[in-house]
T-cell receptor, first 112, second 112 residues
């Protein structure tokens, strides 16, 4: 239960193209977090969104939280080879469980 | 340096044997987590602990056991009851419920 669906599973882009990954839930989320995992590495926290309709930017990365707090997106403008990796969304389970539940991830490949 | 240490990095186990994966953190975090990562399936929650001497099952707890006798330590035992234990195991910790998670480097377990 409380799963989030992440699409697409894989994305191959040419360097310089844009990239977007989406995270969708059937239930309202209290917050959403985004992580990046480089090949062979471990997930590293990128950002947390809490408010309805929230938009945050980190250089070429733009993060959005939907108005209904049921979906989120991560958009990368003008991808670079350093963007290669798997991007995960994650959320705290409902109630006061303390769970941290991850989506399946989107693996990004960037061709130079 | 503060952080989370998982050991060993690589582990080989014979079928029918129990094996314990170590996770130690010196970040003074209350919450700790164990995830299993398989290709294309993201991070699946095995067990989590919000406080010393307390832990809860995640989504795939069968065949695994944990203990939380000390705040800084959260070892995971993969028992012989786990049918397909070969995977990448990640340990994480958080200071509180709605904060970012910090991950260890992971342990890659292979059953031979």
């Amino acid at each position: 239960g409380q799963q989030v669906m992440q699409i697409p599973q894989y994305q191959h882009v040419q360097e310089g193209e844009d990239f977007t990954t989406y995270c969708n839930s059937s239930t309202t989320l209290s917050n959403i977090q985004w992580y990046k995992q480089r090949p062979g590495g471990h997930p590293v926290f990128l950002i947390q969104l809490v408010k309805s309709g929230e938009v945050k930017k980190q250089k070429r990365l733009t993060f959005q939280f939907g108005e209904a707090k049921k979906n989120s997106s991560l958009h990368i403008t003008a991808t670079q080879t350093t963007d290669v990796g798997t991007y995960f969304c994650a959320h705290r389970g409902s109630g006061n469980t303390g769970k941290l539940i991850f989506g399946q991830g989107t693996t990004l490949q960037v061709k130079p | 340096d503060g952080g989370i240490t998982q050991s060993p990095k690589y582990l080989f186990r014979k079928e029918g044997q129990n094996v314990t994966l170590s996770c130690e953190q010196n970040l003074n975090h209350d919450a700790m987590y164990w995830y299993r990562q398989d290709p294309g399936q993201g991070l699946r929650l095995i067990y989590y602990s919000q406080i010393v001497n307390d832990f809860q099952k995640g989504d795939i707890a069968e065949g695994y056991s944990v203990s939380r006798e000390k705040k800084e330590s959260f070892p995971l035992t993969v028992t012989s009851a786990q049918k397909n234990p070969t995977a990448f195991y990640l340990c994480a910790s958080k200071p509180s419920r709605d904060t970012e998670a910090f991950f260890g480097q992971g342990t890659r377990l292979t059953v031979v």
